[in-house]
């Protein structure tokens, strides 16, 4: 099983404020889990590393270099 990560970590990675993480958790911007302790309160938020790989990944932005060079094929 891959290891979850926690909020403090993916804010390190991402280099955004955990209070910023929450909001996407919020709104559903971010792929994350809720885990919950055995008797479903206490709630924590954890991220699986490939789906944040992923999410990055689609979000990526081609530089303006990089378009000209793919207009120009």
């Known amino acids: ?3 979850l990560l926690k909020i403090n970590e993916v804010s ?11 909001n ?3 709104y559903g911007y971010i792929p994350h889990f809720k885990v919950f302790n055995e008797r479903g309160h206490r709630g924590v938020v954890r991220f ?3 789906d944040l790989d992923h999410w990055l990944e689609k979000r990526k ?5 990089t ?7």
């Open 24 to 26: 996407w958790v919020c």
């Open 61 to 65: 932005q081609i530089g303006r270099s």
């Open 12 to 22: 390190e990675l991402l280099q955004v404020s955990p209070k910023t993480l929450y």
């Open 67 to 73: 378009y000209k060079e793919i207009i120009s094929l």
């Open 48 to 50: 699986k590393q490939s």
């Open 1 to 3: 099983m891959e290891r």
